[in-house]
Nanobody, 123 residues
């Protein structure tokens, strides 16, 4: 079993910053890509940023230049530094991991989600 636990959400004024963290734990053999998604009220969940195990990143256009995704492979943790926040960034932010669970002798691919952390940006 694998768990992803997000932290760092909260209320911030427009123009401010927040840093989200997501720690993965459990029966993890290897984590491939990790990412952050968000879902605003009455909108579909969307990919915000993703990072491969080698550090290659991609971002949705609306956050480029403002958000930075990073990861600490030794800690199985991914971060999202969010600067210059706008009211439209308000959403529940979810962590996602594409990983391999198990051991060297028996393992299988899986995709895991955190429960989300709320980010509210006041204008």
């Amino acid at each position: 079993q694998v768990q992803l636990v997000e932290s760092g959400g909260g209320l911030v004024q427009a123009g401010g910053s927040l840093r989200l963290s997501c720690a993965a734990s459990g029966n993890i053999f290897r984590i491939n890509a990790m990412g952050w998604y968000r879902q605003a009220p009455e909108k579909q969940r969307e990919l915000v940023a993703a990072i491969t195990s080698g550090g290659v990143t991609n971002y949705t256009d609306s956050v480029k230049g403002r958000f930075t995704i990073s990861r600490d492979n030794a800690k199985n943790t991914v971060y999202l530094q969010m600067n210059s926040l706008k009211a439209e960034d308000t959403a529940v932010y979810y962590c996602n991991a594409d990983l391999v669970s198990g051991t060297m002798f028996y393992n299988y691919k899986m995709n895991s989600w955190g429960k989300g952390t709320l980010v509210t940006v006041s204008s």
